[in-house]
């Protein structure tokens, strides 16, 4: 796992902590009519958390705050709560208004047909409006406005979450630059992937990745992820999960760090894509000449274009050669790994493994 520390980084509150604030100042208006501005809710574990609130039509709100973590793009949005009584006793449901998505697909941590509200926030704004009325059965809308068009930043579409966002926390607190929300997303896309009966993914790092991986494999299902800077990460999680065969596909940029070893390629973390090149320039034979203007290129797409011009392009078999072993030996066998290089234009460089 990469690890990047910060220090002295404010904190900020979750989607969920939000919600359980403005469920809670609902819940007070409900039940007395009373428009209040400040509640305080807890986490299952006891934290406490104040928060301003704010009446928004037949709802109230709490504005997101993320502390220091800018690349949480649901700083400063509005989470809308209304509360209103059900039938019967001591039930609470909740539903999906503005913003915030249902889920569609099996593997996720609340069914599909459910809104895309998580365990966490469920149990802070349960016990958040039961601390206003304790007994009677209630209905809770949690709105975030603005939210579908958000969510498509997300990897909501990725996880078949239509409509919105997500209303996420697992502690009720935001942490700068912490990982543990990208990698549970992409645990929880994995075992969406595998929920539907694949036992084959496609590992991709980005975007245009995956566009070049469902072309080269005439992929057209759900069982391609993109894992960022974390291949070691989702292979660990396939692997445990027991899919059988997994196929990692990537520009050398990324793909080459993995045949060097590196699981996880931040480039603050990771390296040696020219020093893995150059290694296997040396064992497909290619001259000193080729292999020092290969190691002085200042890219990978100008080292990709001299491997071309020095016709050296079997080196590319070589390194997925390399990216299998390195990759089975992460997964110590469990998962049957293929490997494919490709470039910028999506041609395949090299492969290991079968093509289609």
Not at 112 to 123: H, K, L, Q, S
Not at 268 to 276: D, F, I, Y
Not at 301 to 326: F, P, Q, T, Y
Request: charged share 20%; net charge negative.
């Amino acid at each position: 796992m990469c690890n990047h520390e910060r220090s002295a980084l404010r904190t900020g509150i979750t989607t969920g902590t939000c919600a359980a604030g403005a469920a809670k100042a609902a819940a007070i208006f409900l039940c007395s009519g009373e428009c209040v501005d400040v509640v305080s809710v807890r986490n299952p574990d006891g934290v406490e958390f104040v928060l301003h609130t704010f009446r928004d039509g037949e709802y109230f709100g709490v504005v997101k705050y993320s502390g220091d973590d800018r690349a949480d793009i649901t700083d400063g949005v509005k989470v809308l709560a209304r509360v209103e009584y059900a039938d019967g006793e001591g039930e609470i449901f909740f539903a999906a208004g503005e913003g915030v998505g249902t889920v569609t697909l099996p593997g996720l941590k609340v069914p599909p047909g459910d809104p895309a509200i998580n365990p966490v926030p469920r149990e802070m704004i349960s016990l958040a409006v039961r601390e206003v009325i304790p007994r009677k059965s209630l209905r809770v809308t949690v709105s975030i406005p603005g939210g579908e068009e958000l969510a498509k930043r997300t990897f909501n579409p990725r996880l078949g979450i239509i409509g919105g966002l997500s209303v996420l926390g697992t502690t009720g607190i935001v942490k700068p630059m912490n990982e543990d929300a990208l990698l549970s997303s992409l645990t929880l896309e994995l075992s969406m992937i595998y929920s539907l009966g694949f036992r084959e993914v496609y590992i991709t790092f980005a975007g245009t990745g995956e566009k070049f991986t469902r072309e080269i494999f005439h992929v057209g299902g759900r069982n391609v992820i993109q894992c960022g800077n974390y291949p070691g990460y989702v292979l660990d999680e396939a692997a445990g999960m027991g899919f059988t065969h997994a196929v990692i596909a990537g520009h050398p940029g990324k793909l080459l760090k993995v045949a060097a070893g590196s699981f996880c390629t931040h480039s603050r973390t990771s390296g040696g894509q020219l020093e893995a090149l150059c290694t296997h320039l040396a064992l497909v034979g290619a001259g000193v000449d080729v292999i020092r203007r290969v190691y002085h290129s200042n890219t990978t797409n100008e080292a990709i274009e001299l491997v071309r011009s020095a016709g050296m392009c079997d080196v590319w078999r070589s390194l997925a050669g390399a990216v299998v072993r390195k990759c089975m030996e992460r997964t110590r066998g469990v998962l049957e790994v293929d490997a494919v290089f490709f470039d910028n234009a999506g041609n395949v460089l090299g492969f290991e493994g079968g093509l289609p």
